[in-house]
């Protein structure tokens, strides 16, 4: 039995799934809203989670992986338990978003789609959080983190790692 094999949505994210058909006109439409159901259930998107999906939907693996690859909200196999995706779009990168990416780099020893050894952080560079006013933005799993100075981000490292409940990364 395959890894694939044994995966399978829960009966109530079966439900959701079948629900989301109901609501768009083609299968395939209903694509990016099956793959948040996907990472709820699974955790995370690697290739068993995809071909899961391909197959659930009747669509090639190639599109799911496409779909996944392209976009950078989804949890893709192989990232930390936090994910901290900094905006480098022109109202962040003009509001020091770089500078936020190298003290995230310098506090946790880790470059851009590097992931920290304790497997807790990996670092993005991602365009446009759709959060422009605020800039500069991380956007951290699925919490915007806005208006950040260097001390803010030293903070939310901090939080982050007492969240874990680990003392460095
Ligand atoms: S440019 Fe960073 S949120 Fe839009």
Redesign the pocket.
């Not at 779009?89 to 962040?92: E, M």
């Not at 446009?128 to 422009?132: F, N, R, T």
């Given at each position: 039995m395959t890894v694939t094999e044994t995966l399978a949505f829960s009966d109530e994210a079966m439900k959701k799934y079948e629900w989301l058909l109901s609501r768009y006109p083609t299968r395939k439409a209903a694509l990016l809203p099956t793959l948040r159901i996907a990472e709820s259930e699974f955790g995370e998107l690697g290739v068993p989670q995809m071909k899961y999906v391909a197959d659930l939907m009747e669509i090639p693996p190639a599109t799911v992986f496409g779909v996944v690859t392209f976009y950078t909200h989804y949890r893709r196999a192989g990232v930390g338990k936090y994910h901290l995706q900094v905006?480098s779009?022109?109202?962040?990168a003009l509001r020091g978003s770089g500078d936020v990416v190298s003290r995230v780099t310098e506090r946790l020893g880790i470059g851009v789609g590097e992931t920290s050894e304790c497997g807790l952080f990996t670092l993005s560079k991602v365009e446009?959080?759709?959060?422009?006013d605020t800039?500069?933005?991380i956007q951290c799993n699925d919490d915007y983190h806005e208006g950040l100075s260097l001390e803010d981000v030293d903070a939310l490292i901090e939080q982050l790692r007492q969240e874990a409940g680990k003392g460095g990364a």
């Open positions: 905006c779009t022109l109202s962040c446009c959080l759709g959060s422009c800039a500069p933005v």
